[in-house]
């Protein structure tokens, strides 16, 4: 069974970066074709994407936040990470880790992590 | 177009068969997923492509779509079918990934 796990700081101040790391188990992150995704969810609100890095290598950002997000993969620890620059108290969220397929037509996120709450304030 | 539109919030007697919609242009191009949030806990996949249920979903979760609209179907909800309900897919370009604002399916 695959499990995703997020770690990182839970408070930030204003202007400080956000790095959160994602680790995997029960599957080698090389094992197929997989995105390996961010997504967060401000308190009482929705799902937000972040971006996602593919194991072919590139990398895609929401655009909303693309001048500000690095996701990085490191397959050897099998786990990978979202770097987030000057975080402000928008950026107060819980944020999840997950991987996704895609298939034509369609794609989907199959296992998440169970999410850890992010909180920016001075 | 980069938006999908939910309903907020859409109520089913237990028993009862209850639709969940999405909107969006891209939805004319590429088929949604479909996730289950309960309070405090992670989404959970529960549909996606054309009808497809992960295993351990109960076969009283279905889907549809129609031109830019997808739709959840719960035939016979249950108690435990409360939550949160997101689609997803990619944009009209086919590149970035949107998530629908969510519908609080309360059960009866």
């Known amino acids: 069974q695959v499990q995703l796990q997020e770690s990182g700081p839970g408070l930030l101040k204003p202007s400080q970066t956000l790095s959160l790391t994602c680790t995997v188990s029960?599957?080698?992150?090389?094992?197929?074709?997989?995105?390996w995704n961010w997504i967060r969810q401000s308190p009482g609100k929705g799902l937000e994407w972040i971006g996602y890095?593919?194991?072919?290598?590139?990398?895609l950002y929401n655009p909303s936040l693309n001048s500000r997000v690095t996701i990085s993969v490191d397959t050897s620890k099998n786990q990978f990470s979202l770097r987030l620059t000057s975080v402000t108290a928008a950026d107060t969220a819980v944020y999840f880790c997950a991987r996704g397929e895609t298939y034509t037509g369609y794609y989907l996120f199959d296992y998440w992590g169970l999410g850890t709450l992010v909180t920016v304030s001075s | 177009s980069s938006e999908l539109t939910q309903d907020p919030a859409v109520s089913v007697a237990l028993g009862q068969s209850v639709s969940i919609t999405c909107q969006g242009d891209s939805l004319r191009t590429y088929f949604a997923s479909w996730y289950q949030q309960k309070p405090r806990q992670a989404p959970v996949l529960v549909l996606y492509g054309k009808n497809n249920r992960p295993s351990g979903i109960g076969d009283r979760f279905s889907g549809s779509s129609s031109g830019n609209t997808a739709s959840l179907t719960i035939t016979g909800a249950q108690a435990e079918d409360e939550a949160d309900y997101y689609c997803n897919c990619r944009d009209s370009n086919g590149n970035h990934l949107l998530f629908g604002g969510g519908t609080k399916l309360t059960v009866l």
């Open positions: 890095k593919y194991n072919s290598g590139g990398t």
């Open positions: 029960g599957d080698s992150m090389n094992s197929g074709d997989y995105y």
